[in-house]
């Protein structure tokens, strides 16, 4: 009996034991840079402005006169818009960045006008017409935080929100230009709408941004993305036609594709 327990003591200690460092083998993230840039190449937006239309009232032979520009709502635009952005890592799954987007879009506006009879009341004329292609720019800084809940040498997942600056400018109807015929005798009465005058408006105001990509690392330090952001602010700006400050809605659902750049000291 002793002869067997010592042969088994011996097979004991005969096997290799695992030591503590191989057992407990915990996984530790890698260092990477903590700046990153990015930019964004190719998308579609579907810009949330929505169809405007705007009168005036003029007094003119005792009676009153109407002029009107209507400004529809902008397709979709397979055109991404300008991005560019960057941030920085404050802790491993945290940063806070800063990006610049731009959207540029043009259009036409419809024109009426109702014009009383110089000499004869209620010989209205009634005409409408269009416009010539008007720009309407809008731009917007937005700053982020982001969480950052996938972070490796090949892969990150972001999630982002956060306040976002608007400033819109557009070329808009001042006033609506037409030619007049009429009968000093009878009370016929007729008008074309020619066009119109145009006239520079612009406003700046707060919105808010949230979103979301996904980045592939070809390399270490370059990688392809995609993802999506939705936008949304209110601009007032003095409406030409009207005179009078009006509130425009701006941003955007964007879908994108585009790069995203590490460098800097490792986290």
Request: net charge positive.
């Amino acid at each position: 009996m002793r002869i067997r327990l010592a042969i088994l003591a011996a097979v004991f200690l005969a096997v290799p034991r695992i030591s503590a460092a191989q057992a407990l083998k915990i996984y530790e993230p890698p260092k990477l840079p903590r700046i990153y840039v990015d930019v964004n190449l190719f998308g579609y937006a579907d810009p949330l402005t929505q169809s405007r239309f705007f009168e005036t009232y003029n007094l003119k032979s005792g009676e009153v006169a109407t002029f009107k520009a209507t400004y529809p709502k902008p397709s979709r635009s397979a055109q991404f818009p300008a991005y560019l952005g960057g941030g920085f890592m404050m802790t491993r799954t945290w940063a806070l960045g800063v990006s610049y987007s731009r959207m540029s879009r043009e259009t036409d506006a419809d024109l009426f006008a109702q014009v009383p009879h110089p000499a004869f009341f209620n010989a209205m004329a009634n005409d409408t017409g269009t416009t010539g292609t008007f720009s309407f720019k809008e731009s917007a800084v937005h700053i982020s935080l982001a969480a950052v809940p996938v972070r490796t040498n090949r892969m990150e997942f972001r999630l982002m929100g956060g306040p976002s600056f608007f400033t819109l400018k557009a070329n808009m109807a001042k006033t609506v230009e037409y030619q007049q015929t009429f009968d000093t005798l009878t009370p016929q009465n007729a008008i074309t709408v020619n066009g119109s005058s145009t006239a520079e408006a612009s406003g700046t105001w707060i919105g808010f941004h949230l979103g979301a990509d996904f980045t592939y690392f070809v390399h270490r330090l370059v990688g392809v993305a995609g993802g999506v952001r939705y936008g949304r602010g209110t601009v007032e700006l003095r409406e030409p036609l009207s005179n009078i400050e009006q509130q425009f809605r701006v941003g955007s659902t964007t879908v994108f594709l585009g790069l995203r750049f590490r460098f800097g000291r490792a986290l």
